[in-house]
């Protein structure tokens, strides 16, 4: 940080997430990061049982000018604390939207549970997806099951409001949260996503692999998708697509990568 004699004075460290300044500081990093277009989205490809890629999860990165590629993981709960996760989450979905003719799939976005919050969360989705004329058929809204959303309120209005105009809905790191099962039973949904600790120690855990297959039975029985996140051997794939789980993403298949180093169908 000495090299810019500026104010980056505290690294961008995930143990100082708690910290009082340290957060201050990436906010007002963040913000700058906006004006300055320092936002990429990379892509993960997600496979059929016949490695056919299906889909694509955008992924956003913050390439910061002195401090090089910054992971969601070091920003995104900072940002969830104030108004900044609508900006990001609002510059992801229109990126997304003039990326999807090139990815040739339709495209996944994660979206916070802090922006269903907003009453008119929906309706402003609806009016980015309508100024890039993308159809609502082609994008899937990823939430994330670890924050409890609450029966009946904003959120699942707009999670329903949503379904309605044709976007898809998966459940994110299902599993992970405290209410799994509830969510299940709170809102409609078109894909689960099993959280990647459940396929780590699929070979060796036979708690994990009787979780694995159950919530695969859930899916087959409602219906909707199922997709394993975090595959990275070829003993996982074989595992999931024995448990009869339909969709499949992991470094084993393909790491996120920036559009222009993926190789898809419109590159050939
Ligand atoms: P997620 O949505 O569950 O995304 C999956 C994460 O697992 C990604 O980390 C991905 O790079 C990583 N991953 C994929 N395959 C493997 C694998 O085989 N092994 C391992 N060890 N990891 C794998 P990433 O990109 O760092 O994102 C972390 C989290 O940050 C995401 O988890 C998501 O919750 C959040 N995030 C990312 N982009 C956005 C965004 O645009 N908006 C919001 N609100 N959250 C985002
Ligand atoms: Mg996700
Ligand atoms: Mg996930
Ligand atoms: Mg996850």
Request: hydrophobic residues 45%.
């Amino acid at each position: 940080g000495k090299r810019s004699g500026r104010n980056v004075v505290v690294p961008f460290d995930p143990d100082m997430l708690g910290d009082e300044r340290h957060r201050r500081f990436v906010e007002r990093e963040l913000r700058a990061a906006l004006l300055l277009d320092e936002l990429e989205l990379y892509y993960q490809p997600v496979f059929d049982a016949d490695r056919k890629v299906r889909s694509h999860e955008a992924l956003v990165r913050w390439r910061h000018r002195v401090r090089g590629i910054i992971s969601p993981a070091q920003f995104i709960a900072i940002a969830e604390e104030s108004d900044l996760i609508d900006k990001v989450g609002e510059w992801v979905v229109r990126r997304a939207c003039i990326d999807l003719p090139q990815l040739g799939t339709p495209v996944a976005v994660n979206v916070s549970p802090a922006q269903l919050r907003h009453a008119d969360f929906a309706p402003r989705f609806a009016a980015l997806l309508a100024q890039s004329n993308t159809d609502p058929a082609s994008i899937i809204v990823e939430i994330t099951e670890t924050v409890p959303l609450q029966a009946r309120g904003i959120e699942l209005a707009n999670v329903d409001a949503l379904r309605a105009l044709g976007v898809r809905i998966a459940i994110d790191d299902f599993g992970a949260g405290h209410a799994s099962l509830q969510y299940l039973r709170s809102f409609s949904f078109d894909v689960i996503k099993i959280d990647r600790t459940y396929v780590s120690n699929l070979g060796d855990s036979r708690i994990d692999a009787i979780i694995v297959s159950a919530i695969c039975d859930i899916a087959r029985s409602l219906p909707v998708d199922v997709v394993a996140e975090g595959i990275e051997t070829e003993e996982q794939f074989a595992l999931l697509r024995e448990a009869g789980c339909t969709r499949f993403q992991g470094f084993l298949l393909g790491r996120p990568r920036p559009l222009d180093e993926l190789h898809v169908a419109s590159a050939a």
